[in-house]
């Protein structure tokens, strides 16, 4: 899996003309059909969208292009699932939380619990980008709840992000810092700038 911006006709031309890197290996990516269509769901509407598959001429794996308005196995966009995390660390609870963003408060408790439970990890993850990204920030201490230090962090590292290799578009280095897996259970993360 690769995250790719969410400009699929920018995104084809990159994959056609070889400009997409195997994750793997570093090889080139070629186009290699479709994966399955997956729904997405923002603001209470849902549609749908088939993400490309490509495959690296050198190592031979494939990868399935992930625009970086999504998260892995969420049918929800990224702005959501990130307003929601926002919302909580500010002391909102589910259920409104649930209204404001027009989806059921047992999905957005879903999210609270999944990214709860791996909120520490997260923390060091994004204090570690922000970090290699940008040498001069200060140490960070922690300052209140796991969970909302880990919001913050992933914010510190989406700035320093932005500072290094400029500003993508939404939440668009959330999904590239967390290489999709923001509500994933498991993560075989590295730091790759
Ligand atoms: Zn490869």
């Not at 796991?146 to 668009?172: H, I, M």
Request: aromatic share 6%; charged share 20%; hydrophobic share 40%.
């Amino acid at each position: 899996m690769l995250i790719v911006g969410s400009d699929h006709a920018a995104v084809e031309h990159h994959l056609v003309a070889g400009e997409l890197r195997c994750p793997s290996c570093r090889g080139e990516l070629r186009p290699w059909g479709s994966a399955r269509q997956r729904p997405v769901r923002e603001g209470g509407a849902e549609t749908a969208f088939t993400p490309r598959r490509s495959r690296c001429s050198s190592c031979e794996k494939t990868h399935v292009l992930l625009p970086d308005t999504t998260l892995l196995r969420r049918r929800d966009t990224l702005s959501v699932i990130g307003a929601a995390l926002l919302a909580k660390a500010g002391g909102e609870g589910s259920r409104r939380i649930g209204r404001r963003l027009l989806v059921h408060p047992d999905t957005v408790r879903g999210w609270l619990r999944r990214f709860a439970t791996r909120a520490e990890g997260w923390r060091a993850h994004c204090w570690a980008w922000a970090h290699a990204l940008d040498a001069s920030l200060p140490a960070i201490a922690p300052a209140g709840s796991v969970f909302a230090d880990a919001v913050s962090a992933v914010g510190l590292a989406v700035a320093a992000a932005t500072r290094r290799f400029g500003p993508r578009p939404g939440w668009g280095w959330v999904a590239v810092i967390t290489a999709g897996g923001l509500l994933s259970n498991t993560s075989s993360l590295s730091i790759a700038t």
